[in-house]
């Protein structure tokens, strides 16, 4: 998203045929209006920006010098990682590298998973500076060369410093959703009234997300409290039941977690393989289904424990294993299978570690 929602197009008033070239000498009023006028250098350019270094005054903490980068500068934490390993590996030597490719199945062959290089250690930026607080910026230093391709005229819609839900925008989709408009017809909508896709300022994916987060905030208060009031009646009816509820940041996204007296029966009796996986999100709240399930003697499938989680998160299925460790008494299953999502394969790692470490 822009970093001035409410101010999208404020950058086009710098657009001017020198746009491209350097901006040095060129002022400004504020921090907005620099990133505006970087935003009209990018556009023109085709790369997208981000905000990074404040310089402030000690006396009464206003602003007198501000950086503006490429959003490609610095480098990501793969790469970081990729560097040491390199570093700390020693090197194979030739007789090694041949009984390597001895030991390797020349049929099997792996998916190379293409990943997006967000970071290439790009030196492109612009930095404006105050001499007096009732001055305006100037921009004093900026560098224009680039270490990475540049976006096409035709793709820069896509870029991030360009896409943004304003709200006026985010209402019109908010008061689609009330009405049970799916996500993609109201897309489909937006572009047809603003003409065409890359004029709508944000893409499919921002607006998914949109939808997904308003949605979140719509937890009705009534609907968790009587969710609350049917678990709280079963504990009551049930002495072996057990539930648990995890609250978001603002108590408005809520996860459910419970499993009763027959279900903890059936874990003891057949939990050494549990299948667990997420792949239902059917209910108006978003809330993903997360059931554990397992197989009895007469080779029927029987529910270990129910839950619903508000994302597939890594921190989310540590609650959800955590949890269900204390659902079942500290026993723990000898076998999971589940998907190939690496954020639980992650969760199902820590807690092993963790449970070996407890153990010892």
Known sequence: ??????????????YDDKITESLIGRS????????????????????????????????????YEFY????????SKASKNKEKKTEQQEPIQETEKIEIQMLENPKKKRKTRTVNETRTGCKAMIRFKQDKPTSDFLVV???LQHNHDLVIEEERHHLKSERNITDETGQLIESMVDCGIKPMDAYNFLCNEAGAEEIVGHTKRDHLNYVTQYRMKMVDGKDMQSVLDILQQRAEEDPSFFYRLKFGDHNNNVSYFWRDSMMLEDFKAYGDLVIFDTPYRTNKYGLICAPFVGINCHWKTT????????????????????????AMCQQEPKTIFTDQDKAMSNAIEKKRTLSATLDR
């Not at 503006?68 to 480098?75: H, Q, T």
């Open 303 to 326: 529910m270990f424990v129910c839950a619903f989680i508000t994302n597939e998160k890594e921190e989310s299925f540590e609650w959800l294993l955590q949890t269900f460790k204390r």
């Open 28 to 63: 400004v009023s504020n921090l907005d209006d620099g990133y505006n006028l970087y935003k009209a250098h990018s556009r023109a350019v085709g790369f997208s920006i981000r905000k990074q270094t404040l310089r402030r005054r000690r006396n009464d903490n206003s602003i």
């Open 1 to 14: 998203m822009a970093d001035n929602p409410d101010d999208h197009d404020a950058y086009l008033k710098y």
């Open 68 to 75: 503006l980068v490429c959003s490609k500068e610095g480098e």
């Open 141 to 143: 230093a900026h560098e």
